[in-house]
Nanobody, 120 residues
């Protein structure tokens, strides 16, 4: 089992910045990819960014150039630095961690979510 605890959400003005953090805890952890998703009411959860265990990253085009995902493997922590925030970035942000169970099998765990609100 993996527990994910997010922090860093809040209220910020347009053009401002926030940094989200997510710590994974549990026993015998081997974490593969980690990532961030976001969701607004009435819409599907959307992938924002992901990062592999070797540091390879992928971003949704709507955040490319503004958001940066990073991780600390020693601390099982993933970060999302969000700059130049826009009102449309307002959402509940969820972190994910893929627990590696075998070379071809992993289980995705989700955090509880943290609210980000960008005022215009």
């Amino acid at each position: 089992q993996v527990q994910l605890v997010e922090s860093g959400g809040g209220l910020v003005q347009t053009g401002g910045s926030l940094r989200l953090s997510c710590v994974a805890s549990g026993s015998n952890l081997e974490i593969g990819a980690m990532g961030w998703y976001r969701q607004t009411p009435g819409r599907q959860r959307q992938k924002v960014a992901s990062i592999n265990s070797d540091g390879g990253t992928d971003y949704d085009r709507s955040v490319t150039g503004r958001f940066t995902i990073s991780r600390d493997n020693a601390e099982n922590t993933v970060y999302l630095q969000m700059n130049s925030l826009k009102p449309e970035d307002s959402a509940v942000y969820y972190c994910t961690a893929d627990l590696v169970r075998s070379p071809i099998v992993s289980t995705r765990y989700w955090g509880q979510g943290t609210q980000v609100t960008v005022s215009s």
